[in-house]
């Protein structure tokens, strides 16, 4: 296959912007009507999200050995949605199709070999994968909502508990499906390590517009059964026992993954008496959103490996530290620590060139990022994100 012919190709079909997925899902469910239902009602967030990443995956074909881990997750993680290899043909054709309604008289066939091969390597790899773990996982687990506690006006903490063994690392993000929207997959990052009872810690902030996180704050009930993706992404996550010392730095709920990490260090703790040093910066915009305070403040006390910063960037009124987190993060001791990330896409943007900025080694900064930034949460559906390399 010819990169250099593939990603041309791209560039010029993506100059017709929106037109590009209208097209291409009214190809998919004109031609292959059977696919309709394995996604949401509403298109209005999906639509551009899915055409595009797809896009860059396949122009990006040959650098195939860099990406097959995440193919391989991505074609495990499309089992819940009841993905076969028959849907992989339907989405390749109306591709294709697409490519050639727009590049014209440059679809030749020899492009269109091309994008053929590529397509073929990528679908190839995702399907092996899914058949390979069908062999010892479930296409989804089912949970249920065990508690529910709206800790903020917009923020609410979810336990859920699956009914069969489900395993994760801290750090990780899962992708769930509440009964309030069905077919609208988010990701959420347990804000726990993993527990003898199974129980999993969620933070959900309802975001402005948002299809999925207005219904889990206001609506998602203790009782109601939810359904979960497999665990998703190493990035953020720790080998156990590890002994280097650790900067965490959070933006609003991206201190659930953190946390979690956390509790694998403290689990560690209660059993050796040894733990690395670890300064957790939780970054917010007003001091109210600093949701999980009390519990923090008591494990600095407690903890002597323990240090936590409160840092308020909206309110001249704070009188602890304020600041973006990133440029509070930039200041500290940063001398053999790794350094964990997480939050907005902004946020994470601004840490890491602040860290880098301050001398930290890139290889030693954690964190997860996505080919796109979703207008609401980290979204799945069917849907092409990167996380492992990010939620």
């Known amino acids: 296959m010819d990169a250099n012919a593939l990603q041309r190709s ?116 995702m399907v092996e994968a899914a058949e390979a773990s069908s062999e010892s996982t479930p296409d989804w687990w089912d949970a249920d909502v065990t508690a529910v506690e709206r800790r903020t006006m917009d923020l609410t903490l979810l336990t859920i508990r699956p009914r069969r063994e489900f395993q994760f690392l801290p750090g990780q993000s899962i992708s769930m499906e509440i009964p309030q929207r069905p077919r609208l997959w988010r990701y959420f990052s347990p804000a726990n390590a993993p527990r003898r009872d199974g129980s999993i810690d969620l933070h959900v902030q309802q975001i402005d517009g948002g299809q999925v996180s207005p219904a889990v704050v206001r609506s998602l009930k203790v009782g109601d059964a939810v359904k979960l993706g497999a665990p998703v992404g190493e990035r953020l996550t720790r080998r156990a026992n590890d002994v280097r010392d650790v900067l965490m730095v959070a933006g609003g709920t991206g201190l659930a993954p953190l946390l979690a990490v956390l509790e694998q260090i403290d689990n560690e703790w209660a059993r050796s008496r040894t733990a690395p040093r670890v300064h957790l910066l939780h970054g917010v915009r007003m001091p109210w959103h600093l949701y999980d305070r009390p519990q923090l403040r008591e494990m600095a006390q407690k903890r002597p490996w323990f240090d936590y910063t409160e840092v308020v960037s909206d309110d001249a009124s704070y009188p602890g530290t304020r600041g973006k987190v990133g440029m509070i993060a930039a200041r500290q001791d940063l001398y053999g620590r790794t350094a964990m990330v997480c939050g907005g896409p902004q946020m994470v943007a601004h840490t890491l060139e602040r860290l880098a900025g301050a001398g930290m080694d890139p290889e030693h900064i954690k964190y997860e990022h996505f080919y796109y930034a979703p207008v609401d949460e980290h979204t799945a559906g069917p849907a092409l994100t990167r996380s492992g390399d990010n939620k």
């Open 10 to 125: 791209w560039d010029r079909v993506t100059e017709h912007g929106e037109q590009v997925p209208l097209y291409f899902y009214s190809h998919l469910f004109v031609s292959y009507p059977e696919v309709r239902p394995m996604f949401p009602l509403s298109m209005s967030n999906q639509r551009d999200k899915f055409v595009g990443a797809l896009g860059r995956i396949v122009s990006h074909a040959d650098q195939i050995e860099n990406d097959a881990a995440f193919l391989q997750h991505l074609g495990r993680d499309h089992r819940k949605y009841a993905v076969v290899a028959d849907h992989y043909n339907a989405v390749g054709a109306s591709l294709c199709a697409t490519l050639k309604h727009f590049l014209g008289p440059e679809w030749d066939e020899e492009l269109a070999g091309h994008w053929t091969a590529a397509y073929q390597v990528i679908a190839r790899m």
